[in-house]
């Protein structure tokens, strides 16, 4: 359990900040802001699981970890995004539900990427 410590403090992260009433946010001159922050968020969220999960890349990434990984924290996302349509300060979205496995898959990319670097006898 205390292995997935960071895991956990950075999702805890992630739910606070999706159900604190943050009010009007100011308006940015950067196109769809929030989708980003969203697939940054979950990113960090699949990419400190999966770091956990290997005890940061001294085991093989497995197929079983990637697909925990992503169903993990698409669900994680789902749950926030049903939470936020039943808070009367937030709104659950689809569009957020989508930068959230964005966020997800581009750290699965990269995890493998690295993983394979790290441990070149990565075996697909």
């Not at 410590?5 to 805890?12: A, K, R, S």
């Not at 009010?23 to 990113?43: C, E, N, Q, R, W």
Request: with cysteine; hydrophobic share 50%; net charge positive.
């Amino acid at each position: 359990m205390i292995k997935y410590l960071p895991t956990i403090l950075v999702c805890t992260f992630v739910l606070i900040l999706s159900v604190i009433n943050i009010g009007v946010l100011p308006k940015t001159d950067v196109p769809s802001a929030d989708k980003i922050v969203h697939a940054i968020m979950y990113f960090g969220i699949t990419g400190m699981l999966m770091l956990n999960q290997t005890s940061y890349f001294r085991n093989q990434i497995t197929k079983v970890q990637l697909y925990f990984a992503f169903l993990f924290s698409v669900g994680f996302g789902i749950l926030m995004e049903i939470i936020q349509y039943f808070l009367p300060w937030r709104s659950g979205s689809i569009y957020d539900l989508i930068a959230n496995a964005f966020g997800t898959i581009i750290a699965i990319i990269i995890m493998l990427i690295v993983s394979h670097y790290y441990n070149p006898k990565y075996e697909q």
